[in-house]
């Protein structure tokens, strides 16, 4: 591991700074590319991202993409293809919190933040040479690190 990172810019600071009207597809893109530029700056300048091979998702949201769209594997942990991904996270970009309440079967929070977060993790991922996630069974909390 050459480097790790926790920067305080969570789903939920996000989604306060954006009106309503701007929650969808294309805005709430333009916002997260915004909101994370000083974060991606700092790390593409420590360490060129272009050179991540592995690209390591941690939290609650890139679990519940694993589970559905990950493979799991022995070690408490899923791989998840860059092309299933971005596929999954095109798929959602239509559906409204109310929506994925109904199908996924998630809390009304967690379906407002869903997007925003992913989001986030695809404009680093597509920074990076990693051509899949790797996205731990258990949190930083619980000690994944």
């Not at 805005?27 to 592995?54: C, D, K, Q």
């Not at 890139?62 to 299933?84: C, D, H, N, T």
């Not at 991904?85 to 869903?114: G, I, M, W």
Request: net charge neutral; glycine share 6%.
């Amino acid at each position: 591991m050459v480097s790790s990172h926790s920067h305080n810019l969570g789903t939920v600071r996000l989604l306060k700074q954006v009106p309503g009207t701007l929650r969808e597809w294309s805005r709430l893109e333009h916002f997260v590319r915004e909101a994370i530029l000083g974060i991606w700056e700092l790390l593409n300048s420590e360490l060129p991202l272009e050179r991540i091979a592995t690209y390591v998702a941690v939290g609650g949201d890139p679990r519940f993409v694993a589970s559905r769209v990950g493979r799991r594997e022995k070690l408490p942990f899923w791989r998840i293809s860059k092309e299933g991904f971005l596929t999954f996270l095109h798929d959602l970009k239509d559906l409204s919190p109310e929506d994925c309440v109904r199908k996924f079967s998630l809390s009304f929070a967690e379906a407002e933040n869903l997007l925003p977060a992913l989001l986030i993790h695809r404009e680093f991922l597509l920074s990076t040479a990693a051509d899949e996630l790797i996205v731990p069974a258990v949190s930083i909390r619980e000690g994944v690190l």
